[in-house]
């Protein structure tokens, strides 16, 4: 048994990348906004892998798929904040544009993990034995 499947997954990795990138960009932050801003940011970032980590220690595909949505919307949150970050003018549009991308690519995965985890577990209940 993989225990850490989760870590083969591209959604996970890719996730990770944000969290890197997440935190490179609040490091130019205005110092009044690193507790503001910059915490809500961090929590939300680092929530998106945590949580497909935590969905993939899960036994159900209905925990798993849980998890991943709350993986999501996390992933929704550090939008927003990136969004409003820019519009402050603490981050360049270059910044936003690259963390628009990155939240873009992730989504996209965590539809498509999701949709195969309900996939495979409809087969699972409906499929003769």
Known sequence: MDYFYFKKLDV????????????????????????????????????????IAEGFGRLSSKEKIHFLDIAYGSLMEVECQM?????????SSEEQHTASHKVETIARLLYSLRFSIMKNADKSIWSPK
Do not use: H, M, T, W
């Open 12 to 51: 996970y990795n890719y996730s990770k990348d944000l969290v890197k990138y997440i935190y490179s960009v609040l490091k130019k932050f205005p110092q009044e906004e690193r507790y503001a801003i910059c915490d809500q940011l961090r929590r939300a970032v680092v929530s998106i892998p945590s949580n």
């Open 83 to 91: 969004e409003i970050s820019y519009e402050l003018g603490f981050i």
